[in-house]
């Protein structure tokens, strides 16, 4: 399967944007998905995950109560609605298909990626 992310942009202090996660090659209507995220000289980290029907999700506590992750299976995409952005949610975002059809957070868990779309958030 081949993920594409986009959306990513510049956006001021306490502003809301939204990423998206197409897949092709096959359904992921049956796989779990994530979001991960690398600031400038960071490591990657987990930032939000969905189940397989949508009905399951998990967030990082850094961004709980301020992103939404959620699915459209007949479209093949999932999405990262971020509101309330800060400066250190500036970092390169990517979507990821997990092995099953249950969320985690660890990225090994993960199978497939995206290239990642640029999020910078300035002051």
């Known amino acids: 399967v081949q993920l594409q992310a986009s959306g990513g942009g510049l956006v001021q202090d306490g502003g809301p944007l939204r990423l998206s996660c197409e897949a092709s090659?096959?359904?992921?209507?049956?796989?779990?998905m994530g979001w991960f995220r690398q600031g400038p000289g960071k490591e990657r980290e987990f930032v939000a995950a969905i189940n397989w029907s949508g009905a399951g999700t998990y967030y990082a506590d850094s961004v709980k109560g301020r992103f939404t992750i959620s699915r459209n299976n007949a479209k093949n995409t999932v999405y990262l609605q971020m509101n309330s952005l800060k400066p250190e949610d500036t970092a390169v975002y990517s979507c990821a298909a997990h092995k099953t059809s249950l969320y985690t957070s660890r990225s090994y868990d993960y199978s497939y990626w995206g290239q990642g779309t640029l999020v910078t958030v300035s002051s």
């Open positions: 090659g096959r359904t992921i209507s049956n796989t779990a």
